[in-house]
């Protein structure tokens, strides 16, 4: 695990070039082999979230899930198709001692590119908002809000904050080697933060927070 973000920071470079499924269609790569069906599937493992405010921290975890499925499309005639290269995510991260920043049921249009020489799977979105967009809350479930003005009237909002997101996939042989052949099971991991302003009251003066709020998730799918 200590490597895989480094091979993340690499194809980092590559995927600045590359259009993201959730606003334009992806470059036409040819007759290459869509590694979709390849990946797709339920992962179940483990979700940690770090939540950090100003100097304190607090990491959570929980048991959840990453699901991939193929992303399907409606022409300018109205049929429908599946988007080579690209997949749906959906994010189940039910924190029981956290509700105001659990995430169920979020699910995103992701990118998917072949590393052949990392031997694995890249899934990512560069462009926000996406499917990640959230309203800010705090870990009891108040929402954070914010004053502004619209019209020059003194307005209250919703704080809403959104995410990019990038991860691997990799696959294994059942001995926990990487392989090109047909896997044993695949392993998914995927990270992604939000980052904010909220204002408290320190008596009778507003101070700010920065807040941050660390996802990543771990997990495996049997194939």
Same mark, same amino acid.
């Given at each position: 695990?200590?490597?895989?973000?480094?091979?993340?920071?690499?194809?980092?470079i590559?995927a600045?070039? *590359?259009?993201?499924?959730?606003?334009? !269609?992806?470059?036409?790569?040819g007759?290459?082999?869509?590694?979709?069906p390849?990946?797709?599937?339920?992962?179940?493992?483990?979700?940690?979230?770090?939540? *950090?405010?100003?100097t304190?921290v607090? +990491?959570y975890?929980? !048991?959840?899930k990453?699901?991939?499925?193929?992303?399907?499309?409606?022409? /300018? +005639?109205?049929?429908s198709?599946?988007?080579?290269?690209?997949?749906?995510?959906?994010? $189940?991260? /039910?924190?029981?001692?956290?509700?105001?920043?659990?995430? =169920?049921?979020?699910?995103?249009?992701?990118?998917?590119?072949?590393?052949?020489?990392?031997?694995? #799977?890249? %899934? #990512?979105?560069?462009? *926000?908002?996406?499917?990640?967009?959230?309203?800010?809350?705090?870990?009891?479930?108040?929402?954070? *809000?914010? /004053?502004?003005?619209? $019209?020059?009237?003194d =307005?209250?909002?919703?704080?809403?904050?959104?995410?990019?997101?990038?991860?691997?996939?990799?696959?294994?042989?059942a001995?926990?080697?990487?392989?090109?052949?047909?896997?044993?099971?695949?392993?998914?991991?995927?990270?992604?933060? #939000?980052?904010?302003?909220?204002?408290? %009251?320190?008596?009778?003066?507003?101070?700010?927070?920065?807040?941050?709020?660390? #996802?990543?998730?771990?997990?495996?799918?049997?194939?």
């Amino acid at each position: 695990m200590k490597n895989i973000f480094k091979v993340l920071s690499i194809a980092c470079i590559g995927a600045a070039f *590359t259009a993201c499924v959730d606003d334009v !269609d992806t470059p036409d790569r040819g007759e290459q082999v869509d590694p979709v069906p390849a990946i797709e599937g339920v992962y179940e493992g483990t979700w940690t979230l770090v939540y *950090t405010e100003n100097t304190s921290v607090t +990491e959570y975890t929980c !048991d959840g899930k990453l699901a991939v499925a193929p992303l399907t499309r409606v022409d /300018d +005639e109205g049929n429908s198709f599946v988007q080579k290269f690209a997949a749906n995510i959906t994010i $189940d991260a /039910d924190f029981a001692n956290n509700v105001g920043q659990s995430m =169920v049921d979020f699910t995103s249009a992701a990118n998917i590119s072949p590393l052949t020489n990392a031997l694995s #799977y890249q %899934m #990512y979105n560069s462009v *926000t908002p996406n499917g990640l967009s959230k309203i800010a809350k705090d870990p009891d479930g108040t929402v954070v *809000t914010y /004053d502004t003005k619209v $019209d020059n009237v003194d =307005v209250t909002l919703d704080r809403d904050i959104n995410a990019t997101f990038m991860g691997q996939i990799f696959p294994y042989t059942a001995e926990g080697e990487l392989t090109k052949a047909a896997p044993a099971y695949l392993e998914a991991v995927l990270e992604f933060e #939000y980052l904010y302003q909220k204002t408290v %009251m320190n008596g009778r003066r507003p101070v700010k927070l920065d807040c941050k709020q660390t #996802y990543k998730f771990v997990g495996k799918l049997n194939k």
